[in-house]
């Protein structure tokens, strides 16, 4: 069964940090690219981070505050968030896509709150 299952969200101050991990089930994660996407309450969800074999791109938004990476032996994506702003308040989705077949799959997503 191809599942993925994200973990790491939380309250946290402005200025803080967590870091979600996005863990695979039932399909090789080497051969996808793994995005993070977030969305906020009324709005449309969007693309925070994306890698494909090494290194990432950031929307405008992140740039220098989130980093992502990844382990395609523990089956793992990670997004690292800093500094983070109440701004970067939702929920955040773990997305694996391989253009080569058109399989797109999505996480349950996890709840991030960023509040004093």
């Known amino acids: 069964q191809v599942q993925l299952v994200e973990s790491g969200g939380g309250l946290v101050q402005p200025g803080g940090s967590l870091r979600l991990s996005c863990t695979a089930s039932g399909f090789s994660l080497s051969s996808y690219v793994m995005s993070w996407y977030r969305q906020a309450p009324g709005k449309e969800r969007e693309l925070v981070a994306i890698?494909?074999?090494?290194?990432?791109n950031y929307a405008d938004s992140v740039k220098g505050r989130f980093t992502i990476s990844r382990d395609n032996a523990k089956k793992t994506v990670y997004l690292q968030m800093n500094s983070l702003k109440p701004e970067d308040t939702a929920v955040y989705y773990c997305?694996?896509?391989?253009?080569?077949?058109?399989?797109?799959?999505w996480g349950q997503g996890t709840q991030v709150t960023v509040s004093s």
């Open positions: 890698i494909a074999n090494t290194g990432g």
């Open positions: 997305n694996a896509r391989q253009y080569a077949f058109n399989y797109n799959y």
